[in-house]
């Protein structure tokens, strides 16, 4: 089993940049697929990027080029960083994990970017 938690959201103005972070407990970190979703008010659950165990990633159309998804197995952390933010970024981040028998969800992090 694998526990996350995120860290690293906060307020930005347009422009600017965050590091969100996903530290996993509990199990074999590095054997795991790690996705970040977010979710703004009004608006579906968004899959925004994602890691795989041999570090393939993939990204939403709304975010490439600006969102980078990294892991370091050492620390049992993935990664997210944000550039060049745009309002429409604002929402709730979560990051979940995937194995071959269950996923897991962290608690979320806020992420407020200001025009």
């Known amino acids: 089993q694998v526990q996350l938690v995120e860290s690293g959201g906060g307020l930005v103005q347009a422009g600017g940049s965050l590091r969100l972070s996903c530290a996993a407990s509990?199990?074999?970190?590095?054997?795991?697929?790690v996705s970040w979703y977010r979710q703004a008010p009004g608006k579906p659950r968004e899959l925004v990027a994602v890691?795989?165990?041999?570090?393939?990633?993939n990204y939403a159309d709304s975010v490439k080029g600006r969102f980078t998804i990294s892991r370091d197995n050492a620390k049992n952390t993935v990664y997210l960083q944000m550039n060049s933010l745009k309002p429409e970024d604002t929402a709730v981040y979560y990051c979940?994990?995937?194995?071959?028998?269950?996923?897991?969800w962290g608690q979320g992090t806020q992420v407020t970017v200001s025009s």
């Open positions: 979940k994990s995937q194995s071959t028998t269950q996923s897991s």
């Open positions: 509990g199990s074999i970190f590095r054997f795991y697929a």
């Open positions: 890691i795989s165990s041999d570090g393939y990633t």
